[in-house]
């Protein structure tokens, strides 16, 4: 990927093959697992629909100097990772002299290291009309029983009516799992954002030869895997490029319920409301993001994508797909 491309990689979703919660430190990974080292780094901005963050957590104002008590889940999570910030009272970025890498004559700082920058994020309560998408990977891509992992990302997108600051991404090296993205640290405004919600469902279901359900596979919201320890969870990741995506490890190469090859159908729903337990407290949050419309793979194989995305209703959208054998 040339440096000329750098604003359309932070629009990109990533095709990862393994599933990392990555804008999340040790102690604070959704799923209850723990994510060694650090974290990428949010470079798009995000909307928190419902007013709560990655952990499950309600967010709080955001001040000027990053602060480990801004519960969102992003980077900065921990002291050490806040610590510049309060030492130098300086405002993001973090750029580690130490950390930087040179390509085509520009100076970069890569993703998953010191260095700490953080996209425009939106603390709030509101209803919010999105975009759904569902991944390069399925609407764009032809797979075969014989695959071993599909990497599922899904989630929700929205245009704001005021620019806010993102920080353009590059490609440094690598490709697919091991591609290494970084930034220059020199933000720019943009009115493309994530949306959040923890109301956001995966349903994973098989076909008949006549289209029809045979089956569910798999069913989980976002909230259902807080507190979850272990196990393949439907959780939330920022991607190597820094955009916020919804992410599940479909393990085709275990699933003996129902035959890989044929007809599958893969919902992305926002359910009316969630409940999940945060240290002593319950939590109940009514939903409040809706499907617009959605936003069509721009890298399908062909003139356009092999399997649409269809708009069911303000809450659920889906695509179908079919295995080849």
């Known amino acids: 990927m040339k440096v000329s491309r750098i604003i359309q990689t932070l629009l990109a979703v990533t095709a990862a093959a393994t599933l990392a919660v990555t ?28 007013g709560y963050g990655l952990t499950g957590m309600a967010t709080q104002d955001y001040t000027t100097y990053p602060t480990v008590t801004e519960d969102d889940g992003l980077r900065p999570r921990t002291e050490a990772e806040a610590l510049p910030f309060t030492e130098l009272g300086e405002p993001m970025p973090y750029l580690d002299p130490a950390d930087k890498v040179m ?45 071993k992992i599909i990497h599922l990302e899904m989630g929700l997108q929205r245009e704001l009516q005021v620019a806010q600051p993102g920080y353009p991404m590059t490609s440094l090296s690598g490709e697919k799992s091991s591609e290494v993205f970084g930034t220059t640290g020199e933000p720019t405004l943009t009115t493309t954002a994530r949306v959040y919600t923890p109301l956001g469902h995966l349903v994973i279901k098989k076909l008949n030869k006549a289209g029809k359900v045979a089956g569910t596979l798999y069913t989980q919201a976002i909230y259902e895997g807080y507190g979850v ?24 190469r275990d699933v003996t319920t129902f035959a890989k090859a044929g007809g599958w159908r893969i919902i992305f729903k926002i359910d009316k409301s ?19 419309g959605s936003v069509v793979s721009e890298e399908a194989e062909g003139e356009g994508p092999l399997f649409p995305i269809e708009i069911l ?5 889906r695509v179908d797909i079919q295995i080849l054998k």
Request: a negative charge; aromatic letters at 12%.
């Open 274 to 292: 969630g409940t999940w337990t945060v240290g002593d407290t319950t939590v109940n949050a009514p939903r409040n993001a809706k499907i617009l």
């Open 313 to 317: 209703n303000p809450y659920k959208a």
């Open 229 to 252: 320890d272990g196990g393949n969870q439907f959780a939330v990741e920022v991607t190597g490029s820094g955009a916020l995506s919804y992410a599940y490890n479909w393990w085709l």
């Open 23 to 50: 804008g999340i430190s040790a102690a604070a990974a959704p799923g209850g697992g723990e994510e060694e080292g650090y974290g990428n780094n949010l470079s798009m901005p995000i909307v928190f629909a419902d």
């Open 103 to 147: 390509l085509e004559g520009v100076d970069y700082y890569a993703q998953k290291g010191p260095s700490v920058w953080k996209a425009f994020a939106k603390d709030a309560v509101i209803k919010v009309k999105s975009l759904v998408y569902l991944g390069d990977n399925l609407t764009g891509h032809q797979w075969t029983a014989s695959t």
